[in-house]
């Protein structure tokens, strides 16, 4: 019963270009939606965050959008650049972090 | 360095073996997490604190899995009679707690290796 999905497992782009990341949820009460953000080595580090009550959550080349009636948050990032290149986690937060699968970015120069 | 550490880094052991794990939290968080990633998905929530108390436990944390927080700082997950499918990063991580939303710091994480 996977409550976060991220149903592409990987997404190659050019620098300079957009990014965008995908996420589906399955439960319409969940309130606080995060990206973070994994390098190789390295534990997962907060990206951006976005509440229920939002559409969208802009921070610098990081834009996170909510669309609650299809139950789908898409992260942008523009432009993107090559130390972008990193797996990318959809979750929720309720206390404890609900994971989607991840998304491997690579851009490249 | 005033982030999550987690010792060891990396952990070979023989199926059956017990191991454990250590987690130093952030010096002011009263929120401790363990979190499990196995390749290819995302970390799976085990346990958290709230100071020393374990609040809530995954179904995943079977009976050979025991995690302590004996003075709300520091932490430790043991894994007793260890099987191959424990095979895995073992995350952890720590926030404030003391808000509605509470931002999580990880740690680099333990990899085991179960033989």
């Known amino acids: 019963d996977q409550q976060v999905k991220q149903n592409s497992p990987s997404l190659s782009v050019q620098e300079g270009r957009i990014s965008i990341l995908n996420c589906d949820y399955t439960?319409?009460?969940?309130?606080?939606f995060l990206w973070y953000k994994k390098y190789p080595a390295e534990g997962p580090t907060f990206l951006i965050s976005?509440?229920?009550?939002?559409d969208k959550n802009e921070d610098g080349r990081f834009t996170v959008f909510l669309n609650k009636s299809a139950k789908h948050l898409s992260l942008h990032i523009v432009p993107s650049q090559p130390g972008d290149s990193a797996v990318y986690f959809c979750?929720?937060?309720?206390?404890?972090?609900?994971f989607g699968q991840g998304t491997t970015l690579q851009v490249k120069p | 360095d005033t982030g999550v550490s987690q010792d060891p880094r990396h952990k070979i052991t023989k199926r059956g073996q017990n191991v454990t794990f250590r987690c130093d939290p952030i010096?002011?968080?009263?929120?401790l997490y363990w979190y499990r990633q196995t390749l290819g998905q995302g970390p799976e929530f085990l346990t958290y604190?709230?100071?020393?108390?374990?609040?809530?436990k995954s179904r995943l944390l079977s009976d050979r899995f025991s995690a302590e927080r004996p003075k709300g700082s520091f932490s430790t997950l043991e894994i007793q009679r260890t099987e191959q499918g424990d095979s895995a990063m073992y995350l952890c991580?720590?926030?404030?707690?003391?808000?509605?939303?509470?931002?999580?710091?990880f740690g680099p994480g333990t990899r085991l290796t179960v033989l």
């Open positions: 991580a720590s926030s404030h707690g003391l808000a509605d939303y509470n931002e999580q710091f």
């Open positions: 439960n319409s009460m969940f309130d606080y």
């Open positions: 976005i509440s229920s009550i939002k």
């Open positions: 979750d929720v937060e309720m206390g404890k972090l609900i």
């Open positions: 010096s002011e968080h009263n929120r």
């Open positions: 604190f709230q100071n020393e108390a374990q609040l809530e």
